[in-house]
Protein backbone atom coordinates (compact mmCIF):
# COMPACT_ATOMS: atom_id res chain seq x y z
CA UNK A 1 0.00 0.00 0.00
CA UNK A 2 1.64 3.28 -1.52
CA UNK A 3 -0.44 5.47 1.47
CA UNK A 4 -1.33 4.35 4.79
CA UNK A 5 -3.63 7.76 5.74
CA UNK A 6 -4.74 10.76 3.28
CA UNK A 7 -5.88 13.87 4.31
CA UNK A 8 -7.24 16.29 1.76
CA UNK A 9 -8.00 19.69 2.96
CA UNK A 10 -9.31 18.46 6.22
CA UNK A 11 -10.74 20.72 8.66
CA UNK A 12 -12.19 20.44 12.28
CA UNK A 13 -14.16 22.46 14.94
CA UNK A 14 -14.45 22.59 18.63
CA UNK A 15 -17.04 25.10 18.93
CA UNK A 16 -15.21 28.03 17.87
CA UNK A 17 -11.80 26.55 18.20
CA UNK A 18 -10.14 25.10 14.64
CA UNK A 19 -8.51 22.34 15.95
CA UNK A 20 -7.78 21.30 12.32
CA UNK A 21 -7.46 24.08 9.37
CA UNK A 22 -7.63 22.31 5.97
CA UNK A 23 -4.59 19.99 6.62
CA UNK A 24 -3.35 18.38 3.37
CA UNK A 25 -0.88 15.62 3.66
CA UNK A 26 -0.12 11.84 2.64
CA UNK A 27 1.02 9.47 4.78
CA UNK A 28 3.23 6.05 3.74
CA UNK A 29 4.33 2.81 4.65
CA UNK A 30 7.50 2.88 7.76
CA UNK A 31 7.44 5.17 10.42
CA UNK A 32 6.30 8.37 10.35
CA UNK A 33 6.09 11.40 13.35
CA UNK A 34 3.29 13.47 13.38
CA UNK A 35 4.94 16.58 14.97
CA UNK A 36 4.01 19.80 16.40
CA UNK A 37 3.40 21.49 19.34
CA UNK A 38 1.06 21.02 22.03
CA UNK A 39 -2.36 22.54 20.37
CA UNK A 40 -0.94 21.80 17.00
CA UNK A 41 -4.41 19.59 15.83
CA UNK A 42 -2.05 15.79 16.60
CA UNK A 43 -4.26 13.95 18.75
CA UNK A 44 -7.34 15.38 17.13
CA UNK A 45 -6.36 14.14 14.11
CA UNK A 46 -5.29 10.96 15.00
CA UNK A 47 -9.07 11.00 16.15
CA UNK A 48 -10.08 11.46 12.54
CA UNK A 49 -7.83 8.90 11.66
CA UNK A 50 -9.64 6.54 14.05
CA UNK A 51 -12.75 7.49 12.61
CA UNK A 52 -13.94 8.74 16.34
CA UNK A 53 -14.79 12.24 14.74
CA UNK A 54 -16.59 13.62 12.10
CA UNK A 55 -13.95 16.14 9.81
CA UNK A 56 -16.48 19.37 9.62
CA UNK A 57 -14.56 19.87 5.74
CA UNK A 58 -12.29 17.97 3.42
CA UNK A 59 -11.89 14.12 3.53
CA UNK A 60 -9.67 11.46 4.93
CA UNK A 61 -9.13 8.22 3.68
CA UNK A 62 -7.66 5.34 5.60
CA UNK A 63 -6.10 2.07 4.63
CA UNK A 64 -8.38 3.18 1.30
CA UNK A 65 -11.55 3.53 3.53
CA UNK A 66 -13.25 6.35 4.82
CA UNK A 67 -12.94 5.95 8.35
CA UNK A 68 -16.18 7.74 9.63
CA UNK A 69 -18.62 5.45 7.44
CA UNK A 70 -16.65 2.52 7.91
CA UNK A 71 -15.01 2.85 11.43
CA UNK A 72 -15.37 -0.50 12.73
CA UNK A 73 -13.54 -2.19 9.62
CA UNK A 74 -10.66 0.14 9.80
CA UNK A 75 -10.28 0.17 13.51
CA UNK A 76 -10.46 -3.72 13.11
CA UNK A 77 -6.77 -2.85 11.52
CA UNK A 78 -5.39 -0.08 13.70
CA UNK A 79 -3.64 -0.64 17.03
CA UNK A 80 -3.57 2.16 19.45
CA UNK A 81 -1.53 3.51 22.22
CA UNK A 82 -2.97 6.40 23.65
CA UNK A 83 -1.65 9.63 25.41
CA UNK A 84 -3.41 9.38 28.54
CA UNK A 85 -3.31 6.54 31.20
CA UNK A 86 -6.33 4.09 30.32
CA UNK A 87 -5.40 0.74 31.71
CA UNK A 88 -7.05 -0.53 35.02
CA UNK A 89 -5.14 -0.98 37.37
CA UNK A 90 -5.89 -4.41 39.14
CA UNK A 91 -6.30 -6.07 35.71
CA UNK A 92 -2.90 -8.60 34.88
CA UNK A 93 -1.04 -7.05 31.88
CA UNK A 94 -1.86 -10.68 29.94
CA UNK A 95 -5.51 -10.21 30.77
CA UNK A 96 -5.48 -6.29 29.45
CA UNK A 97 -3.74 -7.37 26.03
CA UNK A 98 -5.64 -10.47 25.64
CA UNK A 99 -8.61 -8.71 26.26
CA UNK A 100 -8.04 -5.84 23.20
CA UNK A 101 -7.05 -8.82 20.98
CA UNK A 102 -10.29 -10.63 21.71
CA UNK A 103 -12.23 -7.00 21.07
CA UNK A 104 -10.25 -6.97 17.50
CA UNK A 105 -11.74 -10.22 16.94
CA UNK A 106 -9.00 -12.90 17.58
CA UNK A 107 -10.67 -16.05 19.05
CA UNK A 108 -9.67 -16.80 22.40
CA UNK A 109 -6.84 -19.09 22.13
CA UNK A 110 -4.89 -16.95 19.16
CA UNK A 111 -5.67 -13.54 21.28
CA UNK A 112 -4.08 -15.59 24.56
CA UNK A 113 -0.98 -16.77 22.20
CA UNK A 114 -0.73 -12.96 20.84
CA UNK A 115 -1.21 -11.33 24.22
CA UNK A 116 1.81 -13.46 25.06
CA UNK A 117 3.94 -13.11 22.39
CA UNK A 118 3.59 -8.96 22.55
CA UNK A 119 4.65 -8.93 26.07
CA UNK A 120 7.84 -10.93 25.12
CA UNK A 121 8.55 -8.30 22.43
CA UNK A 122 8.32 -4.98 24.29
CA UNK A 123 10.61 -6.34 27.17
CA UNK A 124 7.82 -7.79 30.02
CA UNK A 125 7.13 -11.69 29.07
CA UNK A 126 8.05 -12.62 32.35
CA UNK A 127 6.21 -10.38 34.14
CA UNK A 128 2.50 -10.49 31.94
CA UNK A 129 0.92 -12.10 34.99
CA UNK A 130 1.74 -8.58 37.15
CA UNK A 131 -1.45 -6.45 37.68
CA UNK A 132 -0.62 -3.24 35.67
CA UNK A 133 -1.27 -1.00 38.86
CA UNK A 134 1.98 -2.73 40.10
CA UNK A 135 4.45 -1.73 37.06
CA UNK A 136 6.16 1.36 36.87
CA UNK A 137 5.24 4.67 33.82
CA UNK A 138 7.70 2.76 31.92
CA UNK A 139 6.71 -0.59 32.12
CA UNK A 140 2.82 0.78 31.73
CA UNK A 141 3.78 2.50 28.34
CA UNK A 142 5.03 -0.89 27.26
CA UNK A 143 1.63 -2.38 28.26
CA UNK A 144 0.27 -0.05 25.53
CA UNK A 145 2.40 -0.76 23.02
CA UNK A 146 1.56 -4.45 23.46
CA UNK A 147 -1.96 -4.06 23.30
CA UNK A 148 -1.28 -1.75 20.16
CA UNK A 149 0.34 -5.17 18.07
CA UNK A 150 -0.63 -8.13 19.72
CA UNK A 151 -3.37 -8.33 17.08
CA UNK A 152 -1.05 -7.62 14.01
CA UNK A 153 -2.53 -4.35 12.68
CA UNK A 154 -1.91 -2.55 9.51
CA UNK A 155 -1.21 0.77 11.10
CA UNK A 156 0.05 1.45 14.75
CA UNK A 157 -1.00 5.24 16.28
CA UNK A 158 1.12 5.72 19.04
CA UNK A 159 0.40 9.29 21.21
CA UNK A 160 3.16 10.72 22.76
CA UNK A 161 4.56 7.00 23.68
CA UNK A 162 7.34 8.55 26.05
CA UNK A 163 5.19 10.84 28.13
CA UNK A 164 6.80 10.52 31.83
CA UNK A 165 9.57 8.19 30.99
CA UNK A 166 13.08 8.94 32.10
CA UNK A 167 15.96 9.14 29.49
CA UNK A 168 16.75 5.37 29.55
CA UNK A 169 13.43 4.13 29.46
CA UNK A 170 12.67 6.48 26.78
CA UNK A 171 15.68 5.24 24.70
CA UNK A 172 14.41 2.24 25.39
CA UNK A 173 10.61 2.69 24.17
CA UNK A 174 11.78 4.29 20.85
CA UNK A 175 14.04 1.18 20.47
CA UNK A 176 10.84 -0.92 20.54
CA UNK A 177 9.60 1.46 18.09
CA UNK A 178 11.93 1.23 15.49
CA UNK A 179 11.82 -2.85 16.50
CA UNK A 180 8.06 -2.71 16.04
CA UNK A 181 8.42 -0.82 12.66
CA UNK A 182 11.43 -2.01 10.84
CA UNK A 183 11.31 -5.64 11.81
CA UNK A 184 7.95 -6.39 11.97
CA UNK A 185 7.13 -4.52 9.06
CA UNK A 186 4.23 -2.34 11.08
CA UNK A 187 3.40 1.11 9.66
CA UNK A 188 3.62 3.73 12.82
CA UNK A 189 2.38 6.98 13.12
CA UNK A 190 4.51 8.58 16.02
CA UNK A 191 2.81 11.46 17.65
CA UNK A 192 5.04 13.95 19.23
CA UNK A 193 5.90 17.09 20.28
CA UNK A 194 9.52 16.08 20.42
CA UNK A 195 11.89 16.91 17.31
CA UNK A 196 14.90 15.04 18.58
CA UNK A 197 12.24 12.03 19.29
CA UNK A 198 11.39 12.22 15.73
CA UNK A 199 14.31 12.30 14.07
CA UNK A 200 15.77 9.39 15.80
CA UNK A 201 12.80 7.19 15.17
CA UNK A 202 11.10 8.34 12.06
CA UNK A 203 11.29 7.97 8.54
CA UNK A 204 9.73 10.32 7.05
CA UNK A 205 7.07 13.52 8.77
CA UNK A 206 4.13 15.78 8.99
CA UNK A 207 4.81 19.03 10.23
CA UNK A 208 1.32 20.73 11.50
CA UNK A 209 0.98 24.03 13.58
CA UNK A 210 -2.30 25.61 14.26
CA UNK A 211 -3.85 23.03 12.47
CA UNK A 212 -2.09 23.37 9.01
CA UNK A 213 0.45 20.94 7.54
CA UNK A 214 3.50 23.07 6.95
CA UNK A 215 5.93 21.04 5.60
CA UNK A 216 5.67 16.65 5.27
CA UNK A 217 8.03 14.22 3.28
CA UNK A 218 10.95 11.79 3.69
CA UNK A 219 13.24 12.98 7.18
CA UNK A 220 16.58 12.98 4.61
CA UNK A 221 14.24 14.81 2.21
CA UNK A 222 13.14 17.80 4.45
CA UNK A 223 16.71 18.04 5.77
CA UNK A 224 18.69 18.41 2.46
CA UNK A 225 15.96 20.69 0.36
CA UNK A 226 16.44 23.63 2.20
CA UNK A 227 20.18 23.84 2.15
CA UNK A 228 21.01 26.48 0.06
CA UNK A 229 24.56 25.43 -1.15
CA UNK A 230 27.15 22.54 -0.60
CA UNK A 231 28.96 22.69 2.23
CA UNK A 232 31.80 20.74 4.59
CA UNK A 233 31.70 21.23 7.95
CA UNK A 234 35.42 21.24 9.31
CA UNK A 235 36.41 21.41 13.68
CA UNK A 236 39.87 21.50 14.16
CA UNK A 237 41.72 21.50 17.59
CA UNK A 238 43.65 24.06 18.96
CA UNK A 239 43.29 27.85 18.89
CA UNK A 240 43.09 30.94 16.67
CA UNK A 241 46.64 30.18 14.91
CA UNK A 242 45.66 26.64 14.11
CA UNK A 243 42.24 27.83 11.83
CA UNK A 244 44.39 30.50 10.60
CA UNK A 245 46.95 27.89 9.44
CA UNK A 246 44.08 25.86 7.75
CA UNK A 247 42.75 28.80 6.10
CA UNK A 248 45.96 29.28 4.22
CA UNK A 249 46.03 25.81 2.97
CA UNK A 250 42.61 26.49 1.71
CA UNK A 251 43.49 29.58 -1.06
CA UNK A 252 40.78 29.45 -3.98
CA UNK A 253 38.03 27.79 -1.63
CA UNK A 254 35.22 29.90 0.13
CA UNK A 255 35.39 29.57 3.41
CA UNK A 256 33.23 31.11 6.75
CA UNK A 257 34.95 30.75 9.96
CA UNK A 258 33.14 30.78 13.09
CA UNK A 259 35.60 30.05 16.13
CA UNK A 260 37.48 26.82 15.19
CA UNK A 261 34.78 25.55 12.75
CA UNK A 262 35.31 26.20 9.25
CA UNK A 263 32.47 26.02 6.73
CA UNK A 264 33.59 25.25 2.96
CA UNK A 265 31.70 25.50 -0.11
CA UNK A 266 31.34 22.05 -1.76
CA UNK A 267 32.21 23.26 -5.35
CA UNK A 268 32.73 19.49 -6.96
CA UNK A 269 33.82 16.24 -6.11
CA UNK A 270 37.31 17.43 -5.36
CA UNK A 271 36.65 19.68 -2.35
CA UNK A 272 36.69 16.62 -0.10
CA UNK A 273 40.58 15.80 -1.23
CA UNK A 274 41.43 19.56 -1.05
CA UNK A 275 40.45 20.10 2.49
CA UNK A 276 41.92 17.35 3.63
CA UNK A 277 45.17 17.18 2.13
CA UNK A 278 45.31 21.34 3.39
CA UNK A 279 44.49 20.13 6.87
CA UNK A 280 47.06 17.52 6.65
CA UNK A 281 49.88 20.19 5.37
CA UNK A 282 48.83 22.97 7.97
CA UNK A 283 49.66 20.06 10.65
CA UNK A 284 46.46 20.70 12.20
CA UNK A 285 44.68 17.94 14.24
CA UNK A 286 40.88 17.19 12.88
CA UNK A 287 37.99 17.04 14.83
CA UNK A 288 35.16 16.63 12.29
CA UNK A 289 34.91 16.67 8.88
CA UNK A 290 31.66 16.42 7.56
CA UNK A 291 29.18 17.20 5.04
CA UNK A 292 27.02 20.22 6.23
CA UNK A 293 23.13 19.36 6.55
CA UNK A 294 19.79 21.00 7.91
CA UNK A 295 18.62 19.35 11.40
CA UNK A 296 14.61 18.77 11.64
CA UNK A 297 14.90 21.26 13.75
CA UNK A 298 15.84 23.98 10.75
CA UNK A 299 12.85 21.89 9.18
CA UNK A 300 10.72 22.79 11.71
CA UNK A 301 11.88 26.18 12.45
CA UNK A 302 11.74 27.44 8.77
CA UNK A 303 8.32 25.32 7.92
CA UNK A 304 6.50 27.66 11.04
CA UNK A 305 8.33 30.98 9.88
Known amino acids: MSVVVRAEGVTKRWGTTVALDEATFEIGPGITGMLGPNGAGKTTMLGLVLGLYRPDGGAITVLDRDPWTAGPEVRARIGWAPEH ?7 PAFDAVRHLA ?5 PNTEAAGRASDALWVVGLGEERFRAVGTMSTGQRQRVKLAQAIAHDPALVLLDEPTNGLDPVQREEMLG ?4 VGHDFG ?6 SHLLEEVERTCDSVVILDEGRTVAEGGIAELRAAGSTRAELIVEVDGGDDAVAAVVAQLDGLTVDVDGRRLVV ?6 TYDLVRDAIAESGVALRRLQRRTR ?3 DVYLAARA
Open 186 to 191: LNVVLS
Open 102 to 106: EVHGL
Open 85 to 91: EALPPDV
Open 265 to 270: ELTSDD
Open 176 to 179: LIRH
Open 295 to 297: SLE
